[in-house]
């Protein structure tokens, strides 16, 4: 299958060389030049990382796997997409803005799916000429790694549209899990107040970073820390999903803690600015940094 991807951030990217990874034909689109010139460097980068942590990418050869990837800036060769997978900002606006660009392109027999975090599909799908065919995915970061995806069901998405999503999730060894369209979903409406009140308790300095974290994994027995999390996924993004979890909830519950606020005005967003709650400047050297 030819599979569009817009944005080729940490998602978008990774979510290109799972897809890759299993035969199918990528198209990587960003309408920045900067990102455009350092993608082939950045998928031969985390694709021999994933070689060491996945035993089935350990027999690709990764020319093979970037000969399935290219790399635009227009949108108009999405227009033979078998899916469309937008991979955007958390921020409406800039959504809304790529639906509009992509629209004249997008045909009945593609089928467009959103990995947002929060985001309405239903509001989504609104933009776009088929809602039938307008589904949420929301893959879990890292995708390669992480075996589940969240199936956002829309107002108007069909059957069909269920059907052949969960077709190609199993084909590149995904498990799927269907759920209802609310802002957040499932599981942000859960992690995102993880992160968010473990931001509280680093800013009322009732314990550290690495102290809080280490409470929530030998704890509770998760694999990372709400705040290596955080980092992880990049804290501007969390405080976009959390704005639009509190506007579409009038809930106090969703308050971004004015730390996160903080540290992304001081461009501390996390892993990929080098810091965060954590330092990932040196890869030998984890140390708070907030």
């Avoid at 951030?9 to 890759?20: K, R």
């Avoid at 990874?21 to 990102?35: C, K, M, P, Q, R």
């Avoid at 999390?229 to 804290?235: E, K, Q, R, V, W």
């Avoid at 992304?264 to 890869?283: H, L």
Wanted: one cysteine or more.
């Amino acid at each position: 299958m030819k599979i569009s991807i817009i944005g080729a951030g940490i998602m978008g990217l990774d979510t290109a060389i799972t897809c890759a990874a299993y035969g199918h034909n990528i198209l990587l689109i960003d309408i920045s030049s900067e990102v455009l010139v350092n993608l082939a460097s950045r998928v031969s980068s985390e694709f021999r990382l994933y070689r060491m942590l996945k035993p089935e990418f350990k027999s690709l050869d990764i020319s093979e796997l970037k000969a399935r990837i290219q790399f635009t800036s227009s949108y108009e060769e999405i227009e033979d997409s078998d899916w469309v997978i937008e991979n955007v900002n958390e921020e409406w606006a800039t959504k809304q803005d790529v639906y509009k660009k992509i629209t004249p392109y997008i045909k009945l027999e593609t089928y467009v799916a959103a990995n947002t975090s929060c985001i309405s599909i239903t509001k989504i799908a609104a933009a776009l000429p088929f809602p039938q065919k307008v589904l949420g995915l929301h893959f879990m970061n890292p995708v390669p790694i992480k075996k589940c995806v969240e199936v956002i069901k829309g107002f108007h998405t069909s059957e069909q549209t269920l059907t052949e999503a969960k077709k190609f999730l199993q084909g590149i060894e995904k498990n799927p899990v269907v759920v209802e369209d609310f802002p957040g979903f499932v599981s942000n409406r859960l992690s995102h107040l993880f992160m968010n009140e473990a931001a509280f308790l680093v800013q009322d300095n009732l314990a550290s970073p690495q102290d809080i974290d280490r409470i929530f994994k030998e704890g509770y027995g998760h694999a990372m820390g709400p705040l290596e999390t955080a980092d992880l996924i990049g804290l501007d993004t969390v405080v976009n999903s959390l704005q639009v979890l509190y506007e579409s909830y009038q809930d106090p519950k969703y308050r971004c803690c004015p730390l996160l606020r903080k540290m992304v005005e001081a461009g501390n967003i996390g892993k990929k600015s080098g810091k965060g709650f954590f330092n990932y400047k040196n890869s030998n050297d984890k140390n708070t940094e907030y």
